[in-house]
Every structure is written in structure tokens, then in C-alpha cells.
């Protein structure tokens, strides 16, 4: 079920297993036993931050300090898709589209399918097919999002914010939600001027905050604070290397979600219109009827 | 299933305005449309395409240069082993458009062609996506 040469570091059965991934047409049993032992190696990097903040021509930027160092990299980045048609334009390439002849580089594009959190649902496992490929770093790209969406929190050792320099005053830093998850800030376009001003509200907030964070002002045109930020990255992955405990822990969450999953997109017809029929006629309510389903396929739910 | 598209300009283009549009159409009828605008090389096409894993590759030129360029991209298929499809629109004077097809397009699209007709045409020969 892994593809021919995944394992040799053949790109093509990457991408390959990747698609499987994204259509769930995939053994989730195999998976997790030819794929999940080799990873825990990637250093992962989550960037998050509103609508052309930045997000991709940063990452763009530090996979070139990376591969200064020799470092593989991957990345994983995410565009929304159509609520109507379904359809989505991935457009985040553009920004880093010189790295598409490096051989140490594999950039992939994915649709969120709308999910909820800027992530797509089989997010964990993409990570972690690229982990076990044999990539340094892995960065994730969310959706470009607004205050709450923190998925990305889960599944990145070091979450870069990124923020506007007129990103709004000191009330809007103060909120809560994707300022509370960032290990690193960074302040985008500094070129445009007030990134000083901005900074200073930042460190301000993180001042109360425990734990390690940094904030550095970036721009690209011309480059600068890049090197900073990449240092920072490093710097950070020594103080939070999550424990494998952990990382079995949501593997395993992550592994029942599959498995729910499959079983509820294979449930019985015939079960399900008996069910429509005793709710529409009044004998049970739509909860119960669900209850009684997950009961026959052997779930027991106490509440 | 995912019906996936690669939308690029090969060679030095000056802009993309077609192949935005091109893009557009193809994302409002339901398709992952990976977009890398300009001045692609046949090199960058042919890995994105394969690290996106795209189930057709859409090519827009009018710099001229279409026969050099296609040429480059089939032969590095070729050498990839990377069996996709390819269209290819933009400005591409009708002798050479079979041509074209001798190196292994799929069909060509010129100017004033409605969008549906080449959403229709990728349509049918990826089989809607199955």
C-alpha cells in the first residue's frame, strides 16, 4: 500500500502517498504501522496569520536559509476551498516557485476542504508521511485566518504569527486566541514602516505571558531579520521538543478519528432509511436514532 | 474524487492574464487549481506537477516560443516518467498547432475560446476525475 520507493526517497511515491491520503483511500491500519515508527526526526514549523500577511514568501525565505545549511525541507500549504463548488485556488507556490527545481525542496498544495481550524482533516498524517520521507524541517502553511482558528497548535513544535504592521492597536493584541499559540512573532513588511511600534505592543503582551517567545520585525523587500527568525526557530526547537508520549497520545486520537470515520461513511442503507422512517413518524428522536445505530456497530456511549 | 489542475506560463511571458482567467473557470467548477504564473520553466513545471501530483497540466504561451518549450517539457516527462495530460493555450499560429499535437498535446485552445469548452474538453479526458 506505500508506494514503490518511498522508502528509497523516490519524490513521486511521496507524492503519490500523499493523494491517497487526501482521497482516504488508504489502509489507515498499514499506515500507521509502516509510516508512524519513522517519524519524530522533522523539526515542524506552523505559520499562521491573516490573509496576505506574508505567510508564504517567509516560508519561501527561510527554507533558503535552511538549504544554506543542507537541510531538506518540506512543505505543506494550505488554500481554502469553495463552500459552493468545492473548488479552490492553490496559490501559495507563487511565492516560493524558484524552489521548485531544488531537489532538496517538496512543496504540496492542498485544499482545505473546509474544515474549520485553517488546517484540512488529514493534516496530522500528511506531517507525518513527510517526517518519515526524511525532511528536516516540515512547515505548515494554514489558511490565511482570523483570530481563533489554532489547529496548527497540535501538530507544530514552533508556531511563527505572523502580523501586519497596521495590524490594529494594542486591544487587538491583547485578544485572545492565535496570539496566545505563537512561540515566535513576527512582524511582515517592516519596509512599510510603524513595524517598531507594532513590536513594542507585542512584546508588551507577551511580557505577561510565560515562556519562551520571541519578536522580530521582517521584510523581503529588501530581505531582512530573516537569519534572526531562522536562528529563532532552531533556538526554539530545544526547549520544545514535544515528548513522544504526546505524539503517541494524538496518533492515537488521531488514528480513532479515522477509524470513526470510515465506519460512518460505511454504515448500512437499509439501517439508516429504518432509522429516517421511526424519526419521521415520531417514535424516536434524531439523537436516539443515532445512539441506537452506534449501539448495533458496537460503540457503547455512556452519556 | 479530487479533479486537480496545474495552471503555469512557460517562458517569459510578460503577463497572465488568460491563464488567470483559465484558472478562475477551472476553480468554479470544482477543481484544486495549483497556479504558478509566470516565466516557468519546463523544469518547474514538470515538478510541480509532480510533487502536486496533478491529474493534468494546462500550459498558456504567447511569447512565441511554444515549439522550443513544449518540446522541453515532453521530453522531460518523458525522462520522469510522468504520463499526464497536457493543453495548452494562448497565441499559437494554427500550422503549428499540430505540431503540437505530435509531440503529445492534447488539444490547443486560441484566443476567444469559452471557458466551459476547455473545462469540458479537461473534463472528459481525465474521465471527470475518476
Keep these: ?303 | 474524487m479530487r479533479k486537480k489542475i496545474l495552471i503555469a506560463k512557460l517562458g517569459l511571458d510578460g503577463h497572465d492574464r488568460g491563464a488567470r482567467i483559465v484558472a478562475r473557470a477551472f476553480r468554479d467548477a470544482g477543481y484544486d487549481v495549483v497556479y504558478t504564473g509566470i516565466r516557468q520553466s519546463p523544469d518547474m513545471v514538470v515538478n510541480t506537477a509532480i510533487q502536486e501530483d496533478v491529474s493534468v497540466i494546462g500550459i498558456s504561451i504567447l511569447s512565441g516560443a511554444h515549439l522550443v518549450l513544449i518540446k522541453k517539457l515532453f521530453e522531460l516527462m518523458k525522462e520522469k516518467n510522468l504520463k499526464i495530460p497536457v493543453v495548452v493555450g494562448g497565441i499559437i499560429p494554427p500550422q503549428d498547432v499540430p505540431k503540437l499535437k505530435e509531440m503529445g498535446v492534447s488539444e490547443v485552445f486560441g484566443p476567444g475560446t469559452p471557458t466551459s469548452k476547455i473545462v469540458d474538453f479537461v473534463n472528459q479526458i481525465i474521465g471527470d476525475g475518476k
Excluded at chain 1, 486566541?177 to 517598531?196: R, V, W
Aim: aromatic share 8%.
Design chain 1, 1 to 303: 500500500m506505500i508506494p514503490e520507493g518511498f522508502f528509497e526517497g523516490d519524490k513521486r511515491a511521496l507524492a503519490k502517498l500523499l493523494t491517497m491520503i487526501e482521497d482516504g483511500n488508504i489502509d489507515y491500519e498499514k499506515f500507521y504501522q509502516d509510516i508512524f515508527p519513522r517519524t519524530g526526526n522533522a523539526h515542524i514549523i506552523g505559520v499562521t496569520g491573516a490573509p496576505g500577511v506574508g505567510k508564504s514568501s517567509l516560508i519561501g525565505a527561510l527554507i533558503k536559509e535552511a538549504r544554506k545549511e543542507g537541510k531538506k525541507v518540506g512543505a505543506i500549504l494550505i488554500d481554502p476551498s469553495s463552500p459552493f463548488t468545492g473548488g479552490s485556488l492553490l496559490g501559495d507556490r507563487i511565492r516560493m516557485q524558484e524552489l521548485a527545481t531544488d531537489d532538496g525542496v517538496f512543496i504540496r498544495s492542498f485544499a482545505s476542504r473546509n474544515s474549520k481550524g485553517g488546517l484540512f482533516k488529514e493534516v496530522k498524517m500528511v506531517v507525518d508521511t513527510m517526517d518519515a520521507f526524511g525532511f528536516d524541517y516540515i512547515f505548515v502553511e494554514s489558511v490565511g485566518v482570523g483570530q481563533t482558528e489554532y489547529d496548527i497548535y497540535e501538530i507544530a513544535h514552533t508556531i511563527l504569527v505572523l502580523i501586519s504592521p497596521f495590524g490594529g492597536d494594542e486591544v487587538q493584541i491583547m485578544k485572545s486566541g492565535i496570539m496566545e499559540i505563537g512561540d515566535i512573532f513576527i512582524i511582515t513588511k517592516s519596509d512599510l514602516g510603524n513595524c517598531e511600534m507594532m513590536k513594542s505592543l507585542v512584546e508588551k503582551e507577551i511580557s505577561s505571558r510565560e515562556g519562551w517567545k520571541r519578536v522580530f520585525c521582517t521584510s523581503l523587500q529588501p530581505p531582512n531579520g530573516i537569519e534572526d527568525v531562522y536562528n529563532a526557530i532552531k533556538e526554539h526547537r530545544t526547549v520544545a521538543d514535544k515528548n513522544y508520549e504526546t505524539k503517541v497520545k494524538w496518533g492515537i486520537i488521531s488514528a480513532m478519528r479515522s477509524i470513526l470515520e470510515d465506519m460512518l461513511n460505511n454504515i448500512d442503507e437499509d439501517k439508516l432509511n429504518s432509522a429516517v422512517k421511526e424519526v419521521i413518524e415520531g417514535r424516536m428522536s434524531i439523537y436516539s436514532a443515532a445512539k441506537k445505530i452506534l449501539q448495533e456497530e458496537g460503540i457503547r456511549y455512556a452519556r
